[in-house]
């Protein structure tokens, strides 16, 4: 319950919409209960006693009271939507802020497919939460206290039958909230597996058709399937208990009421004066009774479904109450970025207490630059490159840039120095010009032709109707591998950042085009930092230095082309698989590079 609590914050700033709904809502109930005791005087006085214009008047009261209900319930029904979903708007919002600002840790830890069913199915089930609060959360208990007040005031004897229904029910809905709510829990994990498996799959057609794995993936989802509807199927099936449990308990209420109220006539009481029969004070208490039981039966409701929204609220505040463990320094140093990168003996390992991907790193980059990285796959060659811009932080030991350690830096600052180009080029859908524009969101258009023009990417885009307008579907796949790599490259270019990374960026196109890229790059107006991430010794050989990482994540070598192949064993198996080498090996080296095989 505390966890739901903690969300009503998100419905405080609509006051004026919530005391609206709480005075509709009290309306409703009064009509409900004024309706059956103007019934009293109409049967039990008016009609015995033949006084048809008493029954006129009270049916007349009674019709206006029915149309002020309905009025009462439209405005409450339209308040209580208005207040749930501008609310869940603002929960949702803060939510998705909330990722946004965890860290590559937060992310790996909480999993992407747990992260989207919080975003919108446990989101979900809060919405329903706020719609419900106003419209049945305090009109349960009201219905309740005003039955019992009406039904005692009716007739203390027929309350009798309180002491039988009303134990039945607390006792139904405490047996059902301790079976629902960890079924519930079970179900929002189940679904958070079930997301996994359907996101891996979008995310990865082409290996999945290449592999014809589709068999594999289909037995995968079935069985997760099957998990997610056997949980569900438990959570329901105490819902499915819920509804009869309390019909059977009303019905025995109903049946109690008639048998006492018959009971007690016999006995000579419920007679008015003229020996006939109180039937409206038996109506009447059967109507007040009636409420009351539908009053528990909401309230029973309630709790199994508020024990079902809590689960999702707990979840949800698990994430409002992460921890980014990659934090803005208190006093970040306002020093301008120029480029000099040192690695201090850094070491850093996925997960806690997991093995190291990198181990004892030291070498030191000058501003402006050109370095190439070079190693075996798995190597942690990308894993070294994200802790420039503090994608994660290190396990031990420190990055320095310009002397200053980078956890010293702004966020903002230190990541809008830093121009990172992925192997896996992430576009979004949207224009050519606003993918270019995550680099510079207030780029000018010469600007957009720059950068496009630096990537080889000015071809393809007046190739297009609308040119930097050209739609650009999500992930890109309306795109090639080197389309979607080129517009990744000029999302960063546009940055004019200090320090350029690029990590395997170059994979998806073709040597010719990767030179002119790298052509552009040395021609820039400005001299930036350049980490060049490769597979291929005839790319990272032009660079100032190469650096050569092996198997275990330490160094093998720091230096020329020519100065590793004398001692980095890692550099010459790298350079003898790639070129065949054996006798003249820096005349087929050349002819290779020259080639751009």
Do not use: C
Request: charged share 20%; hydrophobic share 45%.
């Amino acid at each position: 319950m505390s966890h739901i609590l903690r969300l009503l914050r998100y419905a405080a700033p609509y006051k004026g919409y919530i005391w609206i709904s709480i005075a509709t809502m009290f309306v409703q109930v009064f009509v409900s209960f004024y309706i059956p005791f103007l019934m009293i005087d109409i049967i039990d006085v008016a009609l015995p006693e033949r006084a048809f214009d008493a029954v006129v008047n009270t049916a007349l009261i009674m019709l206006g009271m029915a149309f002020l209900g309905i009025a009462s319930g439209v405005i409450n029904t339209y308040t209580s939507q208005y207040i749930s979903q501008y609310a869940t708007a603002s929960l949702r919002l803060d939510l998705f802020r909330k990722i946004q600002e965890l860290s590559f840790k937060n992310v790996d830890d909480f999993k992407a497919s747990r992260l989207i069913t919080n975003a919108t199915n446990d989101v979900l089930r809060v919405q329903m939460f706020f719609t419900m609060m106003l419209r049945i959360v305090i009109r349960a208990p009201l219905m309740i206290v005003m039955g019992l007040i009406l039904a005692l005031r009716t007739s203390f004897l027929l309350s009798q039958v309180f002491y039988i229904t009303m134990p039945l029910l607390v006792i139904a809905v405490i047996i059902i909230m301790i079976n629902a709510y960890p079924r519930f829990k079970k179900v929002q994990y189940a679904l958070d597996d079930l997301n996994n498996v359907v996101l891996e799959n979008a995310n990865s057609p082409q290996v999945v058709k290449s592999f014809v794995t589709q068999p594999h993936e289909n037995e995968r989802f079935e069985r997760t399937n099957e998990n997610y509807r056997q949980a569900n199927t438990g959570a329901e099936t105490v819902m499915a208990f819920a509804d009869p449990v309390i019909n059977f308990i009303f019905t025995v209420g109903v049946s109690l009421i008639l048998f006492f109220g018959a009971y007690y006539m016999l006995q000579g009481e419920f007679i008015s004066p003229l020996g006939i029969p109180q039937v409206g004070v038996l109506m009447a208490f059967n109507s007040y009774s009636q409420q009351i039981l539908v009053g528990l039966m909401m309230f029973a409701m309630i709790m199994i479904f508020l024990s079902r929204a809590n689960v999702s609220a707990a979840r949800i505040n698990e994430i409002f109450s992460a921890k980014i463990d990659l934090e803005n320094p208190k006093d970040p140093t306002d020093r301008t970025i120029q480029g000099e990168i040192v690695f201090d003996d850094v070491s850093f390992g996925y997960g806690n207490g997991g093995n190291q991907v990198i181990e004892d790193v030291n070498f030191t980059i000058a501003q402006g630059e050109k370095v190439g990285v070079i190693g075996s796959t798995g190597s942690g060659k990308s894993t070294l490159v994200n802790l420039i811009p503090r994608l994660y932080d290190t396990t031990r030991g420190r990055v320095l840039i310009d002397g200053v350690a980078v956890d010293n830096y702004d966020l903002k600052q230190l990541r809008d120095s830093v121009g990172f180009v992925t192997q896996n080029a992430t576009i979004f859908s949207g224009s050519i010009a606003t993918n270019i524009r995550q680099g510079k969101e207030d780029a000018g258009f010469s600007e957009l032709e720059e950068a496009s023009k630096q990537a080889l990417l000015n071809d393809f885009i007046h190739e297009q109707d609308e040119h930097y307008n050209h739609l650009v579907l999500s992930k890109g796949v309306n795109l090639s591998g080197g389309q979607k790599q080129r517009l990744s490259i000029a999302r960063a270019l546009i940055k004019r950042p200090p320090i350029l990374i690029f990590d395997d960026a170059t994979s998806a196109v073709d040597a010719e085009s990767e030179r002119s890229i790298l052509a552009h790059i040395d021609a820039l107006p400005y001299e930036p930092t350049l980490i060049l991430i490769s597979q291929k010794v005839a790319t990272v050989r032009r660079m100032d230095k190469i650096i050569v990482v092996n198997n275990d994540g330490r160094i093998d070598g720091v230096g020329t082309h020519d100065e590793l192949m004398k001692k980095s064993p890692v550099y010459q198996e790298i350079a003898a698989s790639q070129l065949d080498i054996g006798g003249g090996r820096s005349e087929r080296f050349e002819d290779s590079y020259q080639t751009g095989t």
